[in-house]
């Protein structure tokens, strides 16, 4: 597949979904979504992709919109915003949370805006020392879409998620981690060995396995604890009967590396 805005790539079961406008620093435009959303369709259809790592060329992860882009760009006529939100970023964040295997976001550089929130969107996050987060949005007279205003509050706190909100500081990668934003800050060099090496041993993990899990723990947030206690009980019914079960028992009792094949 050939694209101008990205660039995409599956080695030994790992995707890698690379942001590439890095003279804009990686901001989205409407071409960009839909080479998104086609390399996502692609990774869906392929068997044998089994975890996705989205990061930025350049300097930057994503700045979040391109605001030069037609679509979005104020003029003599009312801009829909509505439209681009419900075309794009929420289609958008929506898929990489019910992609059935874990995403990696390898954060590279600033990422601002919808930029932060999409990787907010993703499992894990790691970052770059000398990156950042930060919600824009107020600065434009705008809300913290791509899913900024539910995964905020339900990360660091009501808080702390209205402070980034309505003032729109620069978070370092350093205090997002200490504050739980994120998984991981890492020096810069490392950043892309430590998300490749998580990804290498995703790539080789029960996947069915980790697929339940993200669901299970997005769940949570909407059920009570008996209603989530029945879907334990469910999934771990369907998960006794896989592959990976007997294959990490069968391991397990034989003391030997397991050979998981994520069915």
């Known amino acids: ?37 086609a390399a996502l369709t692609a990774l ?22 391109d605001l030069s882009d037609r679509a979005v760009a104020p003029g003599d006529k009312p801009v ?18 019910n992609l059935p295997m874990p995403v990696i976001c ?7 805006g919808a930029g932060a929130n ?17 919600e824009a949005f107020c600065r434009l007279g705008l809300i913290p879409d791509t899913g900024g205003t539910w995964h905020l509050p339900r990360l660091i706190g009501m808080a702390r998620a209205t402070g980034l909100a309505m003032l ?28 490749m090496a998580m990804a290498a041993h995703f790539a080789t993990a029960p996947t069915k396995g980790l697929a339940f899990t993200k669901k299970a723990l997005q769940t949570s947030y909407a059920n009570t604890l008996p209603e989530q206690l029945q879907l334990e009980g469910a999934m771990m019914r369907e998960l006794g009967n896989s592959h990976d079960y007997r294959e990490g028992v069968a391991a397990f009792l034989a ?3 397991a050979n998981f094949t994520g069915e």
């Open 118 to 134: 999409l990787a907010l969107a993703c499992d894990i996050v790691i970052a770059a020392r000398s990156a950042s987060f930060i």
């Open 44 to 65: 869906q259809e392929d068997k044998t992709v089994r975890v996705l790592v989205l990061t930025g060329a350049g300097r930057g992860f994503c700045a979040g919109q």
């Open 106 to 112: 390898a954060v590279n550089g600033v990422a601002a």
């Open 80 to 97: 829909d915003l509505g439209d681009s939100v419900e075309q794009f970023y929420a289609p958008l964040v929506l898929t990489l949370r």
């Open 255 to 257: 003391k030997r590396p």
């Open 168 to 195: 729109g500081e620069k978070l370092t990668a350093e205090k997002a981690e200490q504050w739980g934003l994120i998984w991981r800050c890492v020096p810069d060099a490392d950043l892309m060995t430590e998300a």
């Open 1 to 37: 597949m050939h694209f101008d805005s990205i660039q995409y790539e599956v080695k030994s079961g790992i995707a890698i979904l690379t942001l590439n406008r890095p003279d804009k620093l990686n901001s989205f435009t409407q071409a960009m979504h839909l080479e998104v959303r």
